[in-house]
C-alpha cells in the first residue's frame, strides 16, 4: 500500500496482443504541473515486462473528498516508453491519486520494415489521457 501523498504504478510491456514480454524497454514517468515537475524517473523492464514505480507524489487525499475542496484532487504525469525496433509509447496526463496503485498495460507495435528502412513515417504513438475517454 502507498504512503501518504504518494501512489504506485506498474506497467507491463508487451508485443503481440499482451502474449509476448518485452524485456529491457525504457519506462520515463515525468510530472507535468509544478507541484510535481521534479519528479522524473525511469526503469527498464525485467524479464516478465515489468516496470514498477513506487513514491509518486500525489497531493492529499483531502483534495478529492469533496467538491470545491482546496488544493487539487490528483497529479498528471506523463509516461513515455522506449524499445528499439518499436514505436515509441508517449501516454500524456495520467492521473494519480493518493494511496492508489495505477497498473498500466502498453501492447508495443514492432516497426514494419522494407530494405532496412521502416514503413511508417511516425516514430511514436502519442495518448493524451485528458482527451480520450476510453481509458
Excluded at 520515463?28 to 507541484?35: I, P
Excluded at 519528479?39 to 487525499?61: C, H, K, M, V
Excluded at 532496412?116 to 504513438?125: F, H, L, S, V
Amino acid at each position: 500500500m502507498p504512503e501518504n501523498n504518494q501512489a504506485t504504478l506498474t506497467v507491463r510491456l508487451t508485443t503481440g496482443g499482451g502474449a509476448i514480454p518485452i524485456e529491457g524497454g525504457v519506462v520515463r514517468l515525468s510530472g507535468n504541473q509544478s507541484e510535481n515537475e521534479s519528479y522524473d524517473l525511469s526503469q527498464l523492464t525485467d524479464r516478465a515486462g515489468i516496470a514498477r514505480f513506487s513514491g509518486i507524489p500525489t497531493p492529499d487525499i483531502e483534495g478529492s473528498l469533496s467538491p470545491g475542496a482546496p488544493g487539487p484532487a490528483y497529479y498528471t504525469y506523463t509516461l513515455e516508453i522506449f524499445k528499439e525496433g518499436y514505436f515509441a509509447v508517449i501516454i500524456r496526463n495520467i492521473s494519480f491519486f493518493e494511496g492508489i496503485e495505477t497498473i498500466q498495460k502498453i501492447d508495443l507495435v514492432p516497426y514494419a520494415t522494407f530494405d532496412g528502412q521502416p514503413e511508417y513515417p511516425r516514430d511514436r504513438i502519442v495518448i493524451d489521457s485528458a482527451e480520450n475517454t476510453d481509458l
